[in-house]
């Protein structure tokens, strides 16, 4: 079964610095999300990815976050000047065609990376 | 903003009980609402999912229902088994060219006592 995989599964880095999250979506989907998991709380969404431009973010997504899409296969999260609040599991996901002509309507999680900001 | 509210924020059941889970959204233009289970360190995991206009679903023991006009919708477990023990979080979804934005609920964490 096609899977959405990340790396890597697990980054510490030090107040101030930047960190590139990596994600491989799945190889047919078009559509690309990056959510953060504060530990113990909710899933929140971050941004959308589409068309190589970014089609929704939420208040959470400001100037210290920027997605890429470098080739055809990577899609990036590089989060500038972390910060202690920053620590959290990071999930890439992605979905199909757009969905109301698709059967699959699923955004399929990668299995996360954890940052740790110290 | 948009938010989504889910209840019970802890669910105990006894196995073979059925478990519910309650959510209400606040934002109108959401028009899919899918499910995710969620195990300890693991990703979510979509276990169902409704589309806007559609009031009900059913996938073996699981089963969704929503009432659009209410903004209200829930998920059903029959029959529960020590396995469905996990985190279960609902989302609603809005629909954009660009994919979905999905705002999630804060999660319900659901214990099957065997």
Redesign the interface.
């Known amino acids: 079964e096609p899977e959405v995989t990340q790396t890597p599964s697990h980054q510490v880095t030090q107040m101030g610095q930047e960190v590139i999250l990596r994600c491989v979506p799945i190889s047919n989907h078009l559509y690309f999300y990056w959510y953060r998991q504060i530990l113990g709380q909710k899933v929140e969404f971050l941004v959308s990815f589409y068309n190589n431009e970014i089609s929704e973010k939420s208040e959470i997504f400001d100037d210290q976050f920027s997605v890429e899409r470098p080739d055809g296969s990577n899609f990036t999260l590089k989060i500038r000047s972390t910060k202690l609040e920053d620590s959290a599991m990071y999930f890439c996901a992605s979905s199909n065609l757009w969905p109301w002509e698709g059967e699959n309507t699923e955004a399929f999680f990668g299995q996360g990376t954890r940052l740790t900001v110290v | ?1 948009e938010n989504v509210e889910q209840h019970p924020s802890t669910l105990s059941v006894q196995e073979g009980d059925s478990a519910v889970i309650k959510c209400t959204y606040s934002d109108s233009a959401s028009n ?1 609402f ?1 499910w ?1 289970k969620q195990e300890l360190g ?5 276990i169902i ?1 409704i ?1 806007s206009n559609v009031g009900e679903k059913k996938d073996q023991r699981i089963a969704v229902t929503l009432n659009k006009t209410a903004k209200h919708f829930s998920l059903h477990i029959t029959e529960t088994q020590p396995e469905d023990s996990a985190v279960y ?1 609902c ?1 609603a979804s809005r ?13 319900t964490r659901l214990f099957v006592k065997a």
């Open positions: 903003g899919y899918p995710y693991k990703r979510p995991q979509l999912d589309r979080f989302a629909v954009m060219t660009g994919g979905f934005k999905t705002i999630f609920g804060a999660g």
